[in-house]
């Protein structure tokens, strides 16, 4: 167990590669005070089955995100899926009333197939550890949706082993929070193992969104496609870090990274960090990024039709929202985004 | 009979002849005060530059080696000598530069270019010129191209104490404070209000001593209104301990002045080149980076511009060619610091026999920097699987009112060119050497015609035998 001060900055979201410190991109840095996260009490389907090792130990470069559970007395959470069977769970992680930290376990046996539906509400912070296997031929969905209020914080670190022929699909929603740190670390061991991406994202006021992704290719032919897409106004912040891994024999693999941010301020700060790290040669390995303003040619087809900078700058932030609702397919979350990001009235 | 071995090594032929080390004088090796001060008084610095210098080792003695980058513990600076002086002191005629020296030189080709196609040449020899010239139709425009030391002394010496290592300050990082410490030798061009060059300068950067290190500072000021194309080569014959390169280059470009910087780096693959390489450029102005690595063990080389101007704009164009036991850690960094401001990075890299290139870039885009453009390309390729080949571009975006761009591909030749070009009667080797160069066409083309056939020679020379 690691000891620690109250007060501390723990380092966390570090990229497997670094790059020059003056860009302060290498990692995150986070005031944390001890014993900040009581237990969640409502846990679902708690049992013991726990995996803390998936396997993926040794891939990752190690950060102080364990700290918070040494320091607390955090929920255990497990949903498993036996072979060949289908689950569907939803999981809220509320801290209305209060601090929380829990840890999650996904578990999809042989050609099953699990679907997760995380949400995270209230004001408090909130720290949740997921761990996830996905089984040979299996298949994992997490939609991960907040609804924490904007004055809200929130670390989530995920894991993610995929066997053979497995497909792990990972759907974010980020409004905006007082500040979000998200890790999610995929090692695709299994020949043929997928990984699927997406993540929408909308920050104004001060709000800070910090990214890391990391996806390790260790078996033959196996592919992922991670995209985010977001909106930044005012001051908000938003750090994407996002690499891909080829470890040599991941012969035939194909990873595809892309990124859209809109900027709709003067006093935003956007960073980015796409990396590719390559030590196999018959794969084939993209990044694409486009960063800016509404172009000239968006605005001008907007005024064509009667419509304001300032509506175009409002429907397209809606279409980022409406685009993630209509990934997710999924009624219910639907309605909790345009609630969380409209009102209720329009829902 | 078609050849199936590895080829470990290039053909380096021409860079690897070594002279006898017949030097006037070899400091011993180690980086102390004393032997800072005797470097100094070698040089008979100013009275200001032995400070700088004392200054800049402190800071060297404070700061840690990267360890972002690739290794360099193998580096020792207690088994580098920081100065060797040749038998020569600089001249103006090739004929009067000692015969093994001046041999040097001819077998890289270096006077016939300065014959056929520029407007000036400066030779280095180990730490110091051992021959400059400008040809006279270009000195009578007010153009000054001339050894740093002189001008030191002579009537540019002020606005060279106000430029110098201005732009790459001593705590910069520890190579930059190593630099200041031990800098000798390098070139100083200032091109004059209006002045147009249309053909280049060209400085040539030969370490022949074993186990030493070169540290020229290289210091250019083009003023408003003017241009011009400043070429730099280096290479070095092989040994079997560390050399070390860690030069400096500044360059400060006036109002709607354009500079193009051209690099065909070839060190010998026991060389660590630890160069910083900085342009700031004012209101309208330009510059144009075009760098070519090939050499080298060990690289760190990220030619940086600070965009200081109202529309001032800057272009990278990069190939870095890795093979057998190199480790080269290569890119660019910008800065926009001024509104209308415009970058374009394009790079190239090829990975080969267990070769290892990364490529490293940033891109800041600073508050007050509204209706900047970037845009970042780089590409990859992999010969074969047991080498290596990372890209790790960073964007720091502060304001709304700009549009940046970047991709990047990673991948290996295509089956599918290599059979087209094989059904049209190529054979394999030179099919691939074919599709190699057509991909580092980009810096080819931007290349004066006699180094693009250099570069296009070596890229054959790395893929001859690779089958």
Not at chain 1, 212 to 226: D, L
Request: proline share 3%; with cysteine.
């Amino acid at each position: 167990m690691t000891n620690i001060n109250t007060n501390t900055d723990l380092k966390i979201n570090c990229v497997p590669s670094l790059t020059w410190y003056f860009l302060k991109m290498n990692d995150a840095r986070l005031k944390w005070q001890k014993n900040e996260g009581a237990a969640l009490t409502n846990a679902v389907n708690a049992d013991d089955i726990f995996i803390e090792n998936n396997g993926s130990d040794g891939y990752f470069p190690k950060d102080d995100i364990q700290t918070i559970f040494d320091e607390n007395d955090y929920a255990r959470i497990s949903v498993s899926a036996d072979k060949n069977e289908e689950k569907t769970a939803r999981i809220c992680f509320d801290g209305t009333d209060g601090s929380k930290a829990a840890k999650l376990c996904v578990n999809a046996a042989e050609g099953s197939s699990v679907t997760v539906y995380i949400t995270f509400k209230g004001s408090a912070f909130l720290a949740v550890r997921t761990y996830t296997v996905v089984g040979k031929n299996a298949s994992v969905k997490l939609i991960l949706t907040e609804l924490n209020d904007e004055n809200g914080r929130l670390i989530t670190d995920n894991d993610t082993l995929v066997e053979e022929n497995g497909t792990f699909t990972v759907l974010r929603f980020c409004p905006g929070t007082a500040s979000t740190h998200v890790q999610s670390r995929v090692l695709l061991k299994g020949n043929e193992s997928k990984l699927i991406s997406e993540t929408a994202y909308l920050g104004a006021k001060s709000q800070k969104l910090d990214m890391n992704y990391v996806i390790a290719h260790i078996g033959k032919r196996t592919s992922c496609e991670v995209k985010a897409n977001g909106a930044l106004d005012d001051n908000a912040s938003k750090i994407f870090r996002g690499t891909i891994d080829f470890r040599c024999g991941s012969s035939g693999s194909f990873g595809n990274e892309s990124e859209n941010v809109l900027l709709f301020s003067n006093d935003i700060e956007n960073k980015t960090l796409p990396v590719i790290l390559c030590d196999e040669e018959d794969v084939n390995g993209n990044h694409g990024a486009t960063i800016g303003r509404i172009s000239e040619e968006t605005l001008l087809y907007f005024a064509s039709r009667g419509i304001s900078e300032e509506e175009a700058q409002k429907l397209l932030t809606a279409s980022i929202s409406d685009a993630f609702c209509r990934l997710t397919g999924d009624e219910e979350t639907t309605k909790q985004i345009i609630r969380r990001t409209r009102g209720d009235e329009d829902e | 009979m078609a050849e199936t071995t590895k080829v470990t090594d290039i053909d380096r032929s021409i860079y690897d002849i070594r002279n006898a080390e017949d030097n006037d004088y070899r400091m011993r090796s180690g980086l102390t005060p004393e032997i800072v001060e005797k470097l100094s008084a070698e040089k008979n610095d100013p009275e200001w530059m032995l400070e700088f210098r004392l200054k800049s080792l402190e800071v060297y003695n404070k700061l840690d080696i990267p360890d972002w980058g690739p290794p360099i513990d193998e580096l020792d600076m207690d088994n580098i000598s920081t100065y060797v002086r040749p038998k020569s002191d600089m001249k103006a005629s090739w004929e009067d530069v000692p015969e093994d020296i001046k041999d040097t030189f001819e077998r890289l080709g270096i006077p016939q270019a300065e014959r056929k196609s520029l407007a000036g040449v400066g030779a280095q020899y180990d730490s110091e010129l051992v021959y400059h010239n400008v040809r006279d139709e270009v000195s009578k425009q007010g153009v000054v191209y001339t050894d740093l030391e002189s001008a030191l002394r002579g009537p540019f010496a002020e606005l060279i104490r106000k430029k110098f290592m201005h732009l790459v300050p001593p705590n910069d990082h520890k190579f930059a404070a190593l630099h200041g410490a031990v800098w000798s030798g390098g070139s100083f061009v200032y091109v004059p209000e209006g002045v147009h060059l249309d053909i280049p300068l060209q400085s040539y950067f030969r370490l022949n001593a074993k186990g030493a290190g070169q540290f020229e500072h290289t210091l250019i000021i083009v003023e408003d209104n003017a241009y011009l194309h400043f070429i730099e080569g280096c290479s070095a014959p092989k040994y079997n301990v560390a050399n070390l390169h860690a030069g400096c280059v500044e360059l400060y470009v006036g109002k709607n002045s354009t500079l193009r910087y051209s690099t065909i780096e070839n060190w010998s693959k026991n060389m660590y080149n630890l160069n910083t390489k900085r342009a700031v450029v004012e209101e309208g102005g330009r510059v144009e980076w075009v760098s070519g690595s090939f050499g080298s063990h060990t690289s760190y080389l990220y030619p940086m511009t600070i965009l200081k101007g109202k529309g001032s704009s800057m272009e990278f164009t990069g190939i870095t060619f890795a093979g057998n036991g190199q480790d080269l850690d290569t890119g660019a960094k910008v800065v926009h610091n001024a509104p209308d401001t415009s970058s374009v990075i394009n790079t190239r890299s090829i990975s080969k026999d267990g070769g290892i290139s990364t490529y490293r870039s940033s891109v800041v885009i600073n508050p007050q920097a509204k209706g900047a453009k970037a845009s970042v390309s780089c590409e990859s390729l992999m010969l074969d699987s047991i080498s290596r080949s990372d890209t790790i571009p960073a964007m720091d975006i502060r304001t709304g009112e700009c549009d940046v761009g970047h991709e990047a591909r990673i991948g290996r030749i295509s089956d599918d060119q290599v059979f087209y070009l094989m059904s049209r009667g190529m054979s394999e080797e030179d099919a691939r050497a074919t599709i190699v160069s057509g991909f580092a066409e980009n810096v080819s083309k931007e290349l004066p015609l006699e180094y693009a056939v250099e570069m296009n020679n070596l890229i054959r020379l790395e893929m001859h035998g690779s089958m």
